[in-house]
């Protein structure tokens, strides 16, 4: 069918305490603007809430933003219990003030892509294009 | 040129008063090029428009500055603020700033603690220790200011939601030190109107915030009259994305929800007006930012002196706290921040700042390292000692673009904060979104701007170079976390259970009822009662507030 | 996740397979009829389809919070799509109404589900109606469905409920203006939320002039405190089953579901119709006599 016209569906959402939403915000209005349906969670979530949100909302990607360095916890755990839930194919990307050796560690923790400081918007709406479900 | 009336009277009176209890720097301001510096630059006609719109520094609307002499008598204050993970080692730096001379602290609290989560709490977990120190109870405290006498300094501390449990906390120490309450010394951000729009630390509904702010307000003014109770924060809004017009506007609404609950309350104005204290951001736009000050002052006169009637000028005066616009810095060649904030920083005291922090370059991307923090303090000293600004008042009043901008200022932000009127107040603008939603539009245009080089970043999206981006490594050991879990944990199986108990029923009645929330906070704080506990109390009460 | 495993998963009330299967509906893919034709056909019966709809701000979002809290305690499962318009200019979307239902996200009994217009004219309720029958079949019972009140399609999509309220507020403008130009009567009930606010008592008045108050049909929330929520969902139990009684709930069913096939039938028809323009030399003719002629190709020699 009209596969590659088929509406993306992504989910923005913010784990942790940190109430920083400027970025997460302008990514979905940017990402609607890109064409896509946008899910936004809300600040001050826990990864299972964000996971569970994302599976009942059957997501193409879920999208994290966290600024006070506690990423290195949170982000995996949101990939964790994504599988927990039957859903580990549901790509994870992260965003944040994220030094270049938690990059490494997050992607081998199944984080898919991890943005920081200085991104362009329009790469950030790129990659959730170009995201195919694990295993794909 | 004769004198204008109007202006010896403010050479005598005003400016003499002033210079007696506080000398100016020098005898006489020159440039480098030796032309004598005027103390301040006048109009050739000084009209009733003049006097109406700027007056003289010190005096009503204060457009011009709210000192008499300003920075000829006394610099602002440079006061730098760092956070680090444990009570313990945040102590250790206290120690050393205070040897070197300081005398003002400031504490930054980590996210746990800001939101009234002991740190064992679910959802605490990974954020222990990561922007700031965690305070669990009052051991932490006591190891926080270990040997540091609390009669001997002022402390800053960025707390809001659960500002009176950090108050509390100091006051509990200090009298275990055996200092006067009437001596200690220091501000609460304790803003948490701003929380709901901006920085996202709340916990209870507007209403019964603005209850306990209220309690802290009146019980301040009885034990503790040298704090300052609030600073009132348009800085987080600015970050947040609004413009500069919104930040004024937001932040002076805010400013007058907090007085109208007081007074309500049935406090004095002019009790509690003089302890009011705002926070402002600088960017990197000067003219627009130094007409945002002025602006700033002049509107919070009036609405002190006409709105509510508060009779001594001191409560008239918008005193300011600035930061450079930590939005502004890129990851981009890091070395540019420097220049990016000296130009805020100028703009700070070409606006007349009481005091300023200036961000580091590597501020907006990781703890900054130690040089690159003395080179912020450094831009601060070489604006003060080399740049001639502070040795004129308001040297740019009086310049067409300025004046001109802080007008438009003044009068657009009038109409915004009409607006929130008209909605009944800011409680309902925040209840609707309508506040959010100006800041989110606001920040969308700008990501936009950027993105369609409308506005230029340098470094951004233009004058790029071919380096990569690299976020250096900082890294809070996790070991901080399991470390403050466990001393918790231990301090609840130490405690006397039963006035815990006991301490904590208290704070119900007095929740659920009118009493002043502050002395049975103290008492649960003494007996050891953690954050999360004193919280929780509240939450059972007020309930909570969901974005 | 194959076609065989979402089928199952329904009835299992595995969260992923519901999630699929709406998107199947959504997608048009052709899986979605057997999915659909598996559904449990009792458990569709039975559900009932609660629509909530009113000005942006109004308390829509939060009134479903709490009528979920309510029904969980009740003992029910619960399912809520929430409905937000798509961009016509981008198709894109955004959907908030989940922030102010995080509470449930952990709660395996609350199905909730964000969907989009898409610039569909039917087409949305068509979607939602699949959506609320699949959330149904899967023990979801109620099914809440939120929407925008304004505009023609969210007109639609409360026509798939089985029992409709109308949110207003104090202090969201010129509202009751805005309210009696047609969900009035579309409205079974009309819910006067914020009544901690000046101004909700006149609104209230105000509207019981407008519908002629009969039994009860205004009602009034703070569902920020969680203040008459039951008595809300009481009167929506009552209004259904005086309806399920009456006969007239499945005369409202009915009427949607006609509605519904013919959605469906053109959301079908639109790709051949496309493909069939494509062949068409469009400059010459006037575009509506070409329709004509390809629509009578179309039907069977009686009824052209
Ligand atoms: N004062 C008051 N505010 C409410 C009440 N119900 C909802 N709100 C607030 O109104 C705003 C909009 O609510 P929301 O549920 O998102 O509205 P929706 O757009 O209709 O879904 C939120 O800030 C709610 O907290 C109420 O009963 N009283
Ligand atoms: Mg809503």
Redesign the interface.
Known sequence: ??EEK??RRVLIGKP???????GA??I???????????????????P??IA??A????VDAVGLSLL???H???FPEVVEHLKQ???GDIPVIGGG??????VRALKEKGIRKVF???T???EIADAFRELEPEGA | MAKHPQYKEWEEKTLGKALQKMPERKAEFKTVGGLQLPRLALPKEIDAEYIQKLGFPGEYPFTRGVQPSMYRSRLWTMRQYAGFSTAAETNKRYRYLLEQGQTGLSVAFDLPTQIGYDSDHQMSRGEVGKVGVAIDSLADMEVLFDQIPLGEVSTSMTINSPAAVLLAMYVALGEKQGVDREKMRGTLQNDVLKEYVARGTFIYPPRPSLRIITDIFEWCGQNTPSFNTISISGYHIREAGSTAVQEVAFTLANGISYVQAALEAGLDVDVFGKRLSFFFGATTDIMEEVAKFRAARRMWASIMRDRFQAQNPRSWMLRFHTQTAGHTLTAQQIDNNVVRVTLQALSAVLGGTQSLHTNSKDEALTLPTEESVRTALRTQQVIAHESGVPDSIDPLGGSYLLEELTDRIESEAWELMQKIEDMGGVIPAIEQGFIQRHIDDAAYTYQQEVENKERIMVGVNEFKSQEEVKVPLLRIDPEVERAQVAQVQKVRSERDEQEVERSLAALREAAQGEDNLMPPILEAVKQYATIGEICDVMREVFGIHEE | MDIEAVISGIGERNSRAIARAISLVEEGNPGAERVLSSLDPPSVEKAMVAGITGAPGAGKSTLTDKLISHCRGLGKRVGVIGVDPSSPLTGGAIHGDRVRMMQHALDEEVVIRSMATRGRLGGLCASAGAAARIMAASGCDPVIIETVGVGQSEMDIIRIADVTALVSAPGLGDDIQALKAGLLEVADLMVVNKADKPGADMLSMELKEAVGDREGRVLETVASKGEGIAELFRAITDVFGKNVNSGERDRRRCEARRAEVVDWSLEMLRPHLQRMAQGEEVLSGDPRNRARAIVQSLLPPEDR
Request: aromatic letters at 4%; charged letters at 30%; glycine letters at 12%.
């Open positions: 069918m009209a088929r509406i942790g305490l940190d109430g920083h939403d400027r915000k302008v979905a209005r940017a990402l609607r603007d890109s064409g896509f349906e946008v899910i936004y969670t809300g600040i001050r979530r826990t299972e809430q569970a949100a599976v009942q909302e059957d006070s360095g506690a290195m916890e949170l839930r039957g859903a003030i994220i030094p270049e050796e938690d920081t400081p200085g362009s918007i329009q």
